[in-house]
Every structure is written in C-alpha cells, then in structure tokens.
T-cell receptor, first 113, second 111 residues
Framework: AQSVTQPDIHITVSEGASLELRCNYS??????LFWYVQSPGQGLQLLLK??????LVQGIKGFEAEFKRSQSSFNLRKPSVHWSDAAEYFC???????????FGAGTRLTVKP | KAGVTQTPRYLIKTRGQQVTLSCSPI?????VSWYQQTPGQGLQFLFE???????NKGNFPGRFSGRQFSNSRSEMNVSTLELGDSALYLC??????????FGEGSRLTVL
C-alpha cells in the first residue's frame, strides 16, 4: 500500500530565506504525487502535482518540487519565503485511477519576520 | 466559479446521536471524496463517490456512510457518534484523479 512520510513536523524559517520541505513516499509503481497547503481554519489547496514527465514541477505561489525516483522523494522548495506562506503543508500520493489519496502527517511552517 | 461548499461549518453533538454533513461540489465535478482530519491521525480517506456510486472506501467502520445525488451533491452520515469522531470532515471534488478541490470543512465536536 502506498504511504507518505514527512520527516519534519515543524520548520521555522526567516522571511526571505529559502525553504525545502521533505517528502518520502512508498509505492510500488510510479505514483501520482501532490503537495497541498492548509491555512488555519481552511481547507486544503493544491500547490502542485506530478504525474509523469519532467521531474521538476512548478506550482502556484512560487513553489516547485522535484521528483527523485531513486530516493523515493518529492521535496517542495521555494527560493524566498514570504510571511503569508506560514501554514501547514501536506504531501500526498495517489494511484492512477482513484482519489484514495494518502497524506503525510504534514509540516507546519512558521515564518519569522 | 463557486468552490466546494460544506454545511454546516460547525456542529456539536452528543454521544450516541447521528449527524449528516453536506457537500456541494464545483460545477462539472462528478467525483466527491470525504476525508477525516484529526490531530492524532491526520488526514484519512473515508470514501469517494463518482456518478452516484461509491468508487472507493477507506478503513472506517460501517457507522460512516455516504451517498451522492444525481446533481453530484454528496452527504455523509455518522451514526451512533463516539467521542473519537470529533474531527474536521473535509469534502473534496475533482474532475481528474488527484486534482482535489477541498471545501473548508465541517468541524464536528462530540460531547
């Protein structure tokens, strides 16, 4: 069965600094991979997705993620963090034909002024 | 374009009662999925409906059920509520696999 691990529960970065959030997945075939963001009291918003092709994918709000099959990873990056990026970030994996998505436990991002 | 609408946003029930939550998907989306979010267990998949048929089901007891109507609106029901059912219940609609659009959720408190 597919699963997702986000090793970092909480990360704090200074505004303007770069960001990398880690995600490792377990799945037998090529997975569908996603990053979602959740602000307090809100639902989840899709940041980006990887299905196939180019392993570096661009998303909304200046985020990007790189799929590395050899490391079973799909890390999320942003070159310069803004205070409004403070939120919880979830990595997720799905199979090709259904929406039974498995989410990681989430990484809470705090942005220092 | 209107987003996913969930009602009610907040509700309080007592143990043993039942609850029905409603979800209106984005127009044109035929798939509706339900997730439970708790601090301890995180986000867990409940079930997915597509064209009024349950397409997938997560590992939850039979007290959790759902349905989808011909206009793609969906409801989920939890019977015989337990304290552990307190959670944020999120509905998501989609046209494609994985491109889920979430509502703001229904926060259920069981006393």
């Amino acid at each position: 069965a597919q699963s997702v691990t986000q090793p970092d529960i909480h990360i704090t970065v200074s505004e303007g600094a770069s960001l990398e959030l880690r995600c490792n997945y377990s799945y037998g075939a090529t997975p569908y991979l996603f990053w979602y963001v959740q602000s307090p009291g809100q639902g989840l918003q899709l940041l980006l997705k990887y299905f196939s092709g180019d392993t570096l994918v661009q998303g909304i709000k200046g985020f990007e993620a790189e799929f590395k099959r050899s490391q079973s990873s799909f890390n999320l990056r942003k070159p310069s963090v803004h205070w409004s990026d403070a939120a919880e970030y979830f990595c997720a994996v799905a199979t090709y034909n259904n929406n039974d998505m498995r989410f990681g436990a989430g990484t809470r991002l705090t942005v220092k002024p | 374009k209107a987003g996913v609408t969930q009602t009610p946003r907040y509700l309080i029930k007592t143990r043993g009662q039942q609850v029905t939550l409603s979800c209106s998907p984005i127009s044109g989306h035929r798939s509706v999925s339900w997730y439970q979010q708790t601090p301890g267990q995180g986000l867990q998949f409940l079930f997915e409906y597509f064209s009024e048929t349950q397409r997938n089901k997560g590992n939850f007891p039979g007290r959790f059920s759902g349905r989808q109507f011909s206009n793609s609106r969906s409801e989920m029901n939890v019977s015989t509520l337990e304290l552990g059912d307190s959670a944020l219940y999120l509905c998501a609609s989609s046209r494609e696999v994985g491109e889920l659009f979430f509502g703001e959720g229904s926060r259920l408190t069981v006393l």
